[in-house]
């Protein structure tokens, strides 16, 4: 068994580390400990890439879409 270790905060039912949200994989078992009080997290440490990887855009994103060329005339 391969044990690894995080130091971070939970927010929202999402934990995070270093200000990422955390992800582990599927079916894994996980024990966790709480060692400190609640402190206060920056509002700015989860704002700035946080949901990186999540979405992906197109690269047509900006184009026209044809359910709206009667309005754009």
């Known amino acids: 068994m391969q044990a690894q270790a995080y130091e971070g905060y939970f927010k929202q039912g ?7 949200k955390l ?4 079916n894994r078992k996980v024990y966790i400990t709480i060692l400190e009080e609640p402190t206060e997290v920056k509002s700015r440490e989860l704002m700035f890439g946080c949901l ?13 879409l044809e359910d709206f060329e009667e309005y754009m005339q």
């Open 52 to 64: 990186r990887g999540e979405y992906k855009i197109a690269n047509d994103f900006d184009a026209p």
């Open 23 to 26: 992800r582990l994989p599927e």
């Open 14 to 20: 999402n934990f995070f580390s270093e200000g990422k």
